[in-house]
């Protein structure tokens, strides 16, 4: 996939994502390697800045792509 910016379908769902898997902010990006503010950024703002952390994401929560975004039509 390569696009300039992904945005979250909903804002919400990596918090959701998160809640299943039982973790923190803090723990989630430990263990991603993404940075605490990013974590933070993509939940309230539903903008994932790069498609290497989008797929980051997918990886660690076992989801598809899809899930976590669409592709904006600018």
Known sequence: IKLEAVIVK???I???????KGISQEQCARETGISLSSIKRY???????NTYNLKILADYFDVELEVLCYKRKD
């Open 43 to 49: 939940e309230q703002t539903g903008i994932i800045g």
């Open 10 to 12: 909903k804002n919400n």
């Open 14 to 20: 990596l918090k959701e994502l998160r809640y299943k």
